[in-house]
């Protein structure tokens, strides 16, 4: 495969942090085997990061992951064999499985993610059928794949407290639709085994939240490994009533670029960054890139164009932006041919099990590439995030994979730890606690 | 690879056992993940199975498995990530680990093995070192190994009940030394984690042990998915207090031999097998493939020259044979070009890591191909033993290497059993055991 290159020419990569996770090695694992025993870990993840060359840290952390399709095949074994683990903590018992998927049923990328899902779960052991939650099927529907088997997705029935499908009755459900529009009825109180469970759909998660409980993660790994967790970590915070079309709470979210940037421009001084500093904007809860922007100024937030302003308002499904999260932005310097790759890295149980670069060729460092369909070219890793090689340099692509798979599993532990924080945290406060 | 083909000419086969087995595979999944549950499965184990095309069985169960350099390094991330699951079971607290392996510092077959063994741990985030109990050894020895980096054999020290090598304070110890001529002195109560157990050597297992537990669990898994357990089960009686060189004890064997021979019959009678049926005689204790010998009459016992009776009263390390496994023999139909290739897999906690054959040219296929030193050719596997091909035959290398993951499986699990009946039972019973 060809290799990213960092490309930060300005200040060149001294890889300081590269060298001091793969030194500190043995402590790191050592402390995730502690870690996993003190925190249930969610069944499966993939982190998004970005790498400026002098930081590395999560962007966005799924818990509905939806690219195992991207997944170097050679590979898919440590996915079988890491799902036979998770399914043996989670749900031993379990024999046939029922998966629910987003509704994007003519998403082809996104359909043969659920094909690729469906072959691990089979592969570890498992009956498995797809039951769509689309109101127009009534009958199973074979959707046709490229280079692969069809896809049938079956109406999902109910009777009492179990969901069904056609002669087969689930022990478990497991969920790769990250409940954006809300927990529909007929996910609710049902009996069987939900996994993840309901509140890691984006009805409930904060992306907030998630960035509160890295930040305590990150401050921990920090101290082990001695860092700044600066290095791992991007600055937020979040705004709570805003609505961009309304032009309502702009203050808030003006004011946070500002502070934020300020921040930022502090830590550039410090490490003699000449990079020019930005924030993300962006919502909350939800995924696929919508509701997102790039700000390099807090004025530039009243300065929106309808069309901007549209784009901030509304998400997946139509669903309203109201909180705000701002986030330092971090650049991003992998590039391959002149083209923006941004990795992703996938887990299962615990276990880092791939990951692949979201390739762009037109969009800069400082933009988001999780656009909406597939505006973007995957390339799988072509080796695994844990096999280092101390006799290379530690940028050199088995290394600097394993930094990756670091830094995701740490997003991971921080996910478990927000999923705790939201079954200690009463529905009504959780409302409330993400308005500044 | 060349792909082994079973050439059972006189009885083409039908590949039932196999087909049963991967229509089965959610069932005996489920069955595996309850087993789990229910025993303390060994650390590590590799399993030597035969496949005559009418019957798949396991001959020998070895519980320091010595051909970690023969697998794939294709599928050695399966390894470093079985790895990570058995330390956080067995020794999560595990920071610095002792390697302790066999005496054969010139086998540099056997040294390869130890290498990729302290580079799968390294990988798997451990601090390894190799301590040498060979006494000669006082200071480090440094043994070049081709390919690869050397291999640094450290002298054990013991300070009270704590082993250790120069500067490094190991919290566990990993035995790769089956402790074939007893526990050595200064392994005896340790205040250190001994992974596998001491009694998993040799100076407490039997293998009469291990087939009368895999007799239960092979009963168990035929009911499960409905076959003949002879299917995978060969027969097997023991004999104590034999002794060839004296030609004691030999009634016993010779009469053993002819029951099973019996048995056989009756069972190739039943399945119209036109085989030629044999029986194997080796030392109840041990490896290596010393004291062993192929028998097709009980009469052949008394007949033995006196170079077989040397073969059959020694074992490795000088150990003198007193008690005896009778075994069904299984013939071996798999060919390379000619050569006999036997199937050996690999464990690593529960799960299947990978495997390779042993292939010789110049033995036959009711002979055993583990003889001392490397008389045989190892040949990795290119597939994993996870991935079946539903669209395949029964036959084709995905599903044949599966089916012989779950036949090593039930080896394995017959193996928890053994180690937990040894804890159960006194030593003075565990001594009269054998004899019949």
Known sequence: MPVPHLT?????????????????????????????QLHTVPFYCSVDLRNSGFKLA???????????????PT??????????NAVEK???????????????????????????LQSIMQQAGMNI?????????????????????????EPVQRKGNKLFVQDFDPCAILLNNDLSSGVPEILQNLDQTIIPPLHAGWATRRKSWHFSAYDNVAQDFA?????????????????GKVDFQEKEGLDCVAAAVDEILNQIREKYTQYGISEEPFVIVKADSGTYGMGIMSIKDG?????????????????KEGLVVKNVLVQEGVHTFEN???????????????HVVGGFYRVHTSRGVNENLNAPGMHFVPLAFDTTCMQTDPSAPPDAIPNRFYTYGVIARLALLASAIELERYIQTPLSTLAMAETR
């Not at 020419?9 to 502690?34: C, G, Q, S, V, Y």
């Not at 999560?58 to 170097?72: E, H, K, S």
């Open 58 to 72: 999560p962007v966005d952390t799924n818990l509905f992951p939806g690219g195992f399709n991207n997944l170097n």
């Open 223 to 239: 101290e082990l490994i001695d860092i700044d967790p600066w290095l791992i970590n991007p600055y937020f915070t979040a705004c």
């Open 129 to 153: 059928r797809i039951g769509s939650l689309l109101p127009g099927i009534d009958h199973p529907v074979s959707v046709p794949l490229p280079g692969g088997e069809p896809l049938l997705l």
């Open 8 to 36: 930060n020419t300005l200040n060149a990569p001294t890889f300081d942090l590269e060298k001091r996770i793969l030194t500190a090695k043995p402590t790191i694992e050592h402390w995730f085997r502690k870690q996993w």
């Open 90 to 116: 989670i749900c031993p018992d379990a024999h046939n499985v029922l998966l629910i998927p987003e509704n994007h049923t003519r998403n082809i990328f996104y359909l043969q993610n659920i094909a690729m």
């Open 299 to 315: 004025t530039e937030v009243y300065k929106l164009n309808r069309k901007q302003r549209n784009k901030m308002t509304t998400i």
């Open 336 to 350: 391959i041919h002149q083209a923006v790759a941004e990795p992703v890295i996938y887990m299962i149980d615990h």
């Open 75 to 84: 590979f898919i074994p440590l996915c079988i064999q890491a799902m036979m």
